[in-house]
């Protein structure tokens, strides 16, 4: 049953992503709580995965799109609206980084901030994107990295020979 439901996680989430079925795109694989994906057609690459509370909608991915030479961008969907002036904040161990954010989607200001954040997850246990809501509660959407660097690394193979 816990297989089933690992492996059912990523594609709910890359559904929700994309905002069509995941049966549309191919499969690079599950490991442990993050999938990685490709959408041949535009084409991309995804690597992805949920908060690790069961009651969260957010997700964490990092993208790859070679026809426009991005490469491990990182992009959170927040699992609550925030508050217009509330910064977001994303914790890997004892590194912060200061995310760009809009109401409910976040992303490093930069190629540089992407390239440090990648690094940086390689080698943690987990990360927590911290902000307050709309109606000024402080929240965290936390997830697990094990398995974030190898669905990385899938994704951008997945779109490595493709231009």
Same mark, same amino acid.
């Given at each position: 049953?816990? %297989? ?9 989430? $890359? ?5 069509? #079925? ?6 690079? &694989?599950? $490991?442990?709580?993050?999938?990685? $994906? %490709? ?9 992805? +995965?949920? *908060? @690790?509370?069961?009651?969260? =909608?957010?997700?964490? +991915?990092?993208? #790859?799109?070679?026809?426009? =030479?991005?490469?491990? !961008? @990182? ?12 910064? @977001? ?8 980084? *200061?995310?760009?954010?809009? !109401?409910?989607?976040?992303? +490093? *200001? ?7 954040? @990648?690094?940086?997850?390689?080698? +943690?246990?987990?990360? #927590?994107? =911290? ?6 509660? &402080? ?25």
């Amino acid at each position: 049953m816990r %297989r089933a439901l690992s492996l059912a996680l990523p594609l709910l989430i $890359f559904g929700t992503l994309c905002g069509t #079925s995941a049966h549309a795109r191919d499969s690079l &694989g599950i $490991f442990e709580a993050w999938g990685a $994906f %490709r959408d041949p057609a535009t084409p991309r690459c995804y690597a992805i +995965a949920m *908060p @690790v509370a069961r009651d969260r =909608q957010g997700f964490a +991915a990092i993208g #790859s799109w070679p026809r426009r =030479q991005v490469r491990g !961008q @990182v992009h959170f969907r927040l699992s609550r609206m925030r508050s217009e002036e509330a910064p @977001v904040i994303l914790s890997i161990g004892d590194r912060r980084f *200061p995310l760009v954010a809009g !109401q409910v989607d976040a992303w +490093a *200001p930069d190629a540089r901030a992407d390239a440090a954040i @990648v690094a940086a997850l390689r080698s +943690a246990t987990s990360m #927590s994107v =911290q902000t307050r809501d709309a109606r000024g509660r &402080g929240f965290a959407d936390t997830y697990a990295l094990r398995g974030a660097a190898t669905a990385i690394d899938a994704a951008a193979l997945g779109c490595a020979r493709t231009r």
